[in-house]
T-cell receptor
Framework: EAGVTQFPSHSVIEKGQTVTLRCDPI?????LYWYRRVMGKEIKFLLH????????ESGMPNNRFLAERTGGTYSTLKVQPAELEDSGVYFC??????????????FGPGTRLTVL | AQSVTQLGSHVSVSEGALVLLRCNYS??????LFWYVQYPNQGLQLLLK??????LVKGINGFEAEFKKSETSFHLTKPSAHMSDAAEYFC?????????FGQGTELSVKP
């Protein structure tokens, strides 16, 4: 069974440009999460989808970030326009159930975003 | 609000020595706790999780963690370190349906 996949693995862009990150969850997993790790800091929650609906987007830093999950399958996270402080590693995770967050979340390898 | 603190951003041990990675939590409700590991150039992999069934939790690769309510701790241990254990380790607590992570501890293993 394929794990969570993320594309691209690395992205280097200029400040002010747009970048779109993609996440493909494990097949059959209704719950999809985005997390981010800024250098030197802890991994922080961004948002949680249940199927195509946003269950919790309390961690989204500002309106330059837009997440979508069309048809409840893959998800994209768009940053527009990118700022220097957006640099970091963006992780996607998925789980079949959530049950208050107690179900195991399976993580992808992450996308390393560098904004110059 | 729930939170976790990992003591020591870097830990170095010799091969064959005990591994002890510390995690303390803060939670107003009985916590659900996780340990994840990230090997170089890979994603986070679940090592083990505590869901109140048993205080001593055994995980993969010989790791285990003991939940101690009186100390609000969930330290990760392994009796004998192997070179392949070199990685970054993350403790996390569940809060509001999501994971709250500690700062991570990088484990180095010396030959």
């Amino acid at each position: 069974e394929a794990g969570v996949t993320q594309f691209p693995s690395h992205s280097v862009i200029e400040k002010g440009q747009t970048v779109t990150l993609r996440c493909d969850p494990i097949s059959g997993h209704d719950n999809l999460y985005w997390y981010r790790r800024v250098m030197g800091k802890e991994i922080k929650f961004l948002l949680h989808f249940v199927k195509e609906s946003k269950q919790d987007e309390s961690g989204m830093p500002n309106n330059r970030f837009l997440a979508e999950r069309t048809g409840g399958t893959y998800s994209t996270l768009k940053v527009q326009p990118a700022e220097l402080e957006d640099s970091g590693v963006y992780f996607c995770a998925s789980s079949q159930f959530n049950r208050g967050g107690t179900d195991t979340q399976y993580f992808g390898p992450g996308t390393r975003l560098t904004v110059l | 609000a729930q939170s976790v603190t990992q003591l020591g951003s870097h830990v170095s041990v010799s091969e064959g020595a005990l591994v002890l990675l510390r995690c303390n939590y803060s939670s107003s409700v009985p916590p659900y706790l996780f340990w994840y590991v990230q090997y170089p150039n890979q994603g986070l992999q679940l090592l083990l999780k505590y869901t109140s069934a048993a205080t001593l939790v055994k995980g993969i690769n010989g790791f285990e963690a003991e939940f101690k309510k009186s100390e609000t701790s969930f330290h990760l241990t392994k009796p004998s370190a192997h070179m392949s254990d070199a990685a970054e380790y993350f403790c996390a607590v569940v809060s509001g349906g999501k994971l709250i992570f500690g700062q991570g501890t990088e484990l180095s293993v010396k030959p």
